[in-house]
């Protein structure tokens, strides 16, 4: 096996793993906004990671059965910075508190699109590199 070889394999895979993210995610937001419960959390806290420019929000909020819970949202970034003490619409899956997003639109499509932008170019370097050879 050449290195080109293994290159437009791995390209391959890590397009096709992209892809399964984002229609993972897809599936999640769409299961959500069906049968997710709504709430409003509260920015709690800030995690920084060294090295990183951008925070983490931490976010709490009450359940339907008045308990708290804690997560950190998956889709972080520019432009998705959450002040503290901002409170934010959070919906959650009652039987999975674990799958709670914050509901607002950017946040909400900022991963899937960011997941299936990356799926199209790990598979477009592999064909790009295909087609040439």
Known sequence: ???ETIGVGLAVLAGLASLWAGAREARLQIRLGRYGLHSEGVVVGQEHEPGDDCSTPVIEFTDQEGQPVTFRPVATG???GLALGARVPVVYLPERRAS???FTRKHRLS???GLFAGAMLFLGVA???V???
Do not use: E, N, S
Request: no cysteine.
């Open 1 to 3: 096996m050449t290195g």
């Open 78 to 80: 520019l432009g998705l």
């Open 100 to 102: 709670a997003r914050v």
């Open 111 to 113: 991963l899937i699109v």
């Open 127 to 129: 064909a790009g590199v």
């Open 131 to 133: 087609l040439t050879h």
